[in-house]
């Protein structure tokens, strides 16, 4: 029997320079929007707090409100 990814979230472990999946799907959701993003074009992510961002604005977004803590 084929299992289907489509529309699962993947679980991913965030590395330097890439991501390896942990469990298999075809998204991650923004860890401060809440948005889909597909595993193609993902780009932004913490290493250090294992989250995936939508975009480069709200990835630095994500990193200045630590800064404020």
């Not at 679980?11 to 923004?30: A, Q, T, W």
């Not at 290493?47 to 200045?64: C, G, N, R």
Request: aromatic fraction near 8%; proline fraction near 4%.
């Amino acid at each position: 029997m084929l299992m289907s990814h489509r529309n699962k979230v993947a679980k991913l472990h965030y590395m330097p320079n890439g991501f390896r999946p942990l469990s298999s799907g075809d998204h991650v959701v923004c860890a401060v929007t809440g948005e889909h993003i597909a595993l193609e074009e993902l780009r932004y992510w913490s290493v250090e707090k294992q989250e995936p961002y939508a975009s480069a604005q709200i990835s630095a977004q994500a990193h200045l409100s630590d800064g404020e803590a």
